[in-house]
């Protein structure tokens, strides 16, 4: 196939808070020694921002040593916390407020901001832009372009215009070949070309598994008489089991809306949660149900997130390449952000980059090293110190239980500052923690009450999904009788329960059991990918500008 190539210096795969902060860092660095660089951002959702879903309490540190002058320029960040309550929830209707005291100090928020990161990135793109790099919302990379030597060398941007079995259509354009010194990948968690880089290159082979987490957010308007603008609540326990590990938030942002979400740990082991249900049954314990009462849900989302901290980073560069923010896995789960570390890795990212191409004759033409010079960077940042101190937060949670773990933590955080001599590893993997369906408790949902709790596919609505019906289907199953064989015979087919989407489902065809996708509704979390017990999933791109559209998540 012939494909038109363009040059670059460096792509980067991903307009996140990542991949835009490393682009924005490289057009400083280049100006300020008055060279020209040619730095190109693809992005994979109808535009920069639609496919962005975060919490989000925003710490701004990366963010002022980028953009000092960020206040003057409009960045959005417009609520700042206020107050900051931590309750744990012991059943459906009682809960205990937390005093400072019994809290890790990384939870508190004091100069953090209640942000939109969906209308972060489109600020972070326009300055890109201004600073002369090149999005391409709507560009997928697809495949990874590899040198003669082994090198990375670029990205292939996606197909446009193949029918259900990958023939051409009349519309057919093919993707094209983005080539570059250096390439930056910032796909978010569990992004499908990090994923095969890290398997080509063995870039784990001295870390901890990944550890995953299943993030849910809707955006309510509320009664402005209840409504606390600058208010933080996090929640722990119900509605999750003592074997479950997760937590719930609600945050009061500008113009009476608040943000609620329930984040689950993908290591559960009871094939029947849902947590989607899960995340239903939240909204009504009285804690949060106050503020949403006669309120009205005008958004829904949900995505997977990379929580296994410092144990479980890759090796984060390879020749050619170098991997950033969640598609490494920069976040610091303890402190429940990762925006702020995936911008400064992508910034550091951008400072190897630059120390390689750029010398006093300009921009060198040869790049396709392995710029381990970034590690140096590394280790003498706050990223690394803020990743260190805070490695043993998630398997102290994972070995001691949501209690006895959050007090080691407390102890560690608050007295200890992150040093107390101990390295705890879980090197568990999620997908091969579920029982077998037959010796798990089932669970009964209640139905919802279309006032605080809903179903999926009105809650799928709401994300603004839609990708073209006509294309291969995104979701690859390497083993076609594996779901019947395996997963339904044995765990009940959980992925029926953990897509927010309600993409699976078993039908009964001819008397026989069939798994249907429904394709249509991926609102691209990669749960799937990450959860199935037959690692049997892979999750690729589809056509450009599909999935959700969320307007400011």
Same mark, same amino acid.
């Given at each position: ?20 902060? *490393? ?7 280049? $100006? ?11 992005? /994979?959702?109808?535009?920069? +921002?639609?496919?962005?879903?975060? &919490? *989000? ?67 972070? *793109? ?27 060398? =670029?990205? !292939?941007? =996606? ?28 796909? &978010? #968690?569990?992004?499908?070309? &990090?994923?095969?880089? !890290? ?13 995953? +987490? ?28 003592? /074997? ?8 009061? *942002?500008?113009?009476? $809306?608040?943000?609620? %979400? ?27 149900? $106050?503020?949403?009462?006669? +309120? ?5 989302? @949900? ?21 950033? =923010? #969640? ?39 040869? &790049? ?25 937060? +998630?398997? @102290?949670?994972?070995?001691? %239980? ?26 568990? !993997? ?9 010796? @798990? ?69 001819? $008397? ?10 991926? !609102? ?30």
């Amino acid at each position: 196939m012939e494909r038109e190539s363009m040059d670059f210096d460096v792509v980067i795969v991903g307009a996140g808070p990542a991949g835009l902060s *490393a682009a924005c860092r490289l057009m400083q660095l280049a $100006q300020a020694q008055q060279q020209e660089l040619m730095v190109c951002v693809v992005e /994979k959702g109808s535009e920069v +921002g639609a496919h962005i879903l975060s &919490g *989000a309490v925003f710490e701004p540190t990366a963010l002022n040593e980028l953009f000092p002058d960020w206040a003057q320029n409009n960045a959005p960040l417009n609520t700042k916390v206020v107050s900051d309550d931590i309750y744990y929830l012991n059943d459906e209707e009682s809960g205990v407020k937390l005093p400072n005291f019994a809290v890790p100090k990384t939870m508190h928020n004091h100069d953090n901001y209640i942000v939109s990161m969906g209308n972060v990135c489109r600020w972070l *793109a326009e300055q890109a832009e201004q600073l002369g790099v090149e999005i391409f919302p709507g560009f997928p990379a697809q495949s990874v372009i590899y040198n003669d030597d082994g090198s990375v060398g =670029g990205i !292939i941007t =996606g197909d446009m215009g193949l029918d259900a079995n990958g023939e051409e259509k009349d519309s057919f354009t093919p993707g094209m070949e983005l080539r570059a010194k250096y390439t930056i990948f910032a796909e &978010g #968690c569990r992004g499908h070309l &990090g994923k095969e880089l !890290i398997e080509k290159f063995n870039l784990t082979k001295d870390s901890s598994p990944q550890h995953y +987490g299943l993030g849910f957010k809707e955006i309510w308007d509320i009664d402005p008489s209840l409504h606390q603008e600058g208010l933080v609540v996090h929640t722990a326990g119900w509605p999750l089991d003592k /074997k479950t590990n997760g937590g719930g938030y609600l945050y009061h *942002a500008e113009n009476n $809306q608040v943000f609620v %979400g329930l984040i689950v740990d993908l290591n559960y082991s009871n094939p029947h949660l849902n947590p989607f249900e899960e995340f239903q049954r939240f909204k009504h314990h009285p804690k949060i149900s $106050q503020y949403l009462t006669d +309120g009205k849900r005008v958004s829904y989302g @949900a995505r997977a997130m990379a929580k296994g901290g410092f144990n479980s980073l890759p090796k984060m560069t390879m020749p050619g390449a170098l991997l950033v =923010g #969640c598609d490494a896995g920069t976040i610091n789960f303890a402190k429940i952000k990762g925006n702020h570390t995936a911008m400064k890795s992508g910034m550091l990212a951008a400072e190897a980059v630059i120390n390689d191409l750029l010398s006093s004759e300009g921009i060198a033409e040869v &790049g396709g090293k392995d710029l381990t010079g970034f590690y140096d960077l590394y280790k003498s940042s706050w990223l690394y110190d803020e990743l260190y101190s805070t490695r043993n937060f +998630g398997p @102290a949670m994972h070995k001691f %239980g949501t209690f006895l773990g959050g007090a080691y933590n407390t102890l560690d955080q608050n007295v200890f500052s992150g040093k107390l001599p101990f390295n705890f590893k879980d090197d568990s !993997i999620d997908s091969e923690q579920l029982t077998l369906a037959k010796n @798990a408790p089932v669970i009964n949902y209640p139905k919802p009450d279309n006032k605080l709790s809903f179903d999926r596919l009105s809650s799928v609505f709401l994300s603004n999904t839609n990708h073209e019906e006509e294309q291969p289907c995104h979701l690859k199953l390497n083993d076609v009788s594996l779901p019947i064989t395996v997963n339904l015979s044995q765990y009940n087919e959980p992925a029926q329960r953990y897509c927010p989407a309600g993409v699976y489902e078993i039908v009964e065809a001819e $008397q026989e059991s069939k798994l249907v996708i429904n394709a249509q509704n991926c !609102i691209h979390c990669k749960t799937c990918d990450i959860k199935d017990p037959s690692q049997n999933i892979t999750w690729v791109t589809p056509e450009g500008g599909g999935g959700p559209n969320y307007p400011n998540m």
